[in-house]
């Protein structure tokens, strides 16, 4: 089969490599029909979070159930399913509480309790590395899917494709950063970043009961996108000041929600760059500080980029003066995956309106291009097998 194969940082190539097979009597093998290029891949991509050995990559992936394990029986083949990003057994302390990103036996080489930069990581993810498990992801024309008995979710015959695609990992992603801030109605979100994850939370929220979402990124052409698609408030950081902006908005006091859906490698100038070297750090935490900054007294913040080292002048003085509650970490999809294809199904929610690039999977390596250097107003890219 074809699939778009990681080699080192910066060469991602469609390769010709054996096609997947059963493995377990809980797999099953899925004939991929659509999949999308996420910004977590582009962590990979750089180098920023690392591999050795070349890896499939691809975590939101959707397509037909072609073969199933002798323990599946919720699943036949024909069944066009989404399967979510984090890998679940059902069945440990953790996917029985509620907590399946943090699976104790899907992540068989690297799990362990510490989180620790190079091993003791969470539950396994498609497509993300040894560190995570291991497992070929679904940019590929076939993917075997373990545990299938646990989370995929068959969908509505009359979604397309790119209706649904999303509930794979983008909209739960945005979903839960919201869900972890318990709105009660009329609180002002703001969003950092307004690619495809900050786009979601941003729809999310107006579900959830804001009165008022702000989308803060750099590029003018994502705030476009944001306001055309969901109708939100814009600032851009290289003309306006932001902290100061949120502030004037919420009578001094700043946003009740502050979203982080940048993580550690934003838009940044030479000197950031230089101080991130000399400190050993990867990327750079200013986005997440400008959360802390703009929001109020006793808020939420809720971190959805990822973020893969330590970093110096933290500022927990900060946090604590303020009384700030932080959530974050890999979206529990299992918790909300039944509730937001209901979202989908009933037209409540509309997820492809932020595609802007649909390519053949043999483009793959071009669409990581443009991407990764946001090249043609690229937003959202899906590919197809």
Known sequence: MKAAVFHKPGDIRVDNVPDPSILDPRDVILRVTSTAICGSDLHILSGAVPQKDPMIMGHEFMGTVEETGSAVLNLKK???????????????????????????????????????????????????????????GGQAQYVRVPYADISPRIVPEFLEDEQALFLTDIFPTGWAAIDWAQLKGGEVVAIFGSGPVGLMAQKAAWINGAGRVIAIDPLDYRLQKARQVNNVDTLNPDRDDVVAAIREMTDGRGADVCVDACGF????????????????????????????????????????????????????????????????????????????????????????DIITHVLPLDDATNAYKIFDKKEDDCVKVVLKP
């Not at 036996?105 to 993300?128: E, I, R, V």
């Not at 000399?278 to 109020?296: D, H, P, Q, T, W």
């Not at 003085?317 to 700030?324: L, V």
């Open 78 to 136: 024909g069944d066009r399913v989404i399967v979510p990003f984090p890998i679940a057994c059902g069945q440990c302390f953790f996917c029985t509480h509620q907590a399946s990103p943090a699976c104790e036996n899907s992540n068989y080489k690297n799990y362990g309790p510490n989180g620790n930069l190079m091993d003791q990581k969470g539950g396994a993810l498609f497509g993300y590395t040894d560190l995570y498990g291991g497992y070929s």
């Open 265 to 352: 490698e934003p838009e940044r100038s030479f000197m950031d760059k230089v101080k991130a070297t000399v400190n050993f750090e990867k990327g750079s935490i200013k986005v997440l500080e400008m959360c802390f900054e703009a929001v109020r007294r006793m808020g939420t913040v809720s971190i959805m980029g990822v973020y893969g080292s330590m970093y110096d002048n933290f500022p927990l003085h900060r946090i604590f003066d303020k009384g700030i509650t932080i959530k974050q970490g890999q979206a529990p999809v299992l918790n909300y995956i039944d509730k937001l294809i209901d979202l989908v199904s009933d037209n409540k929610v509309i997820l492809d």
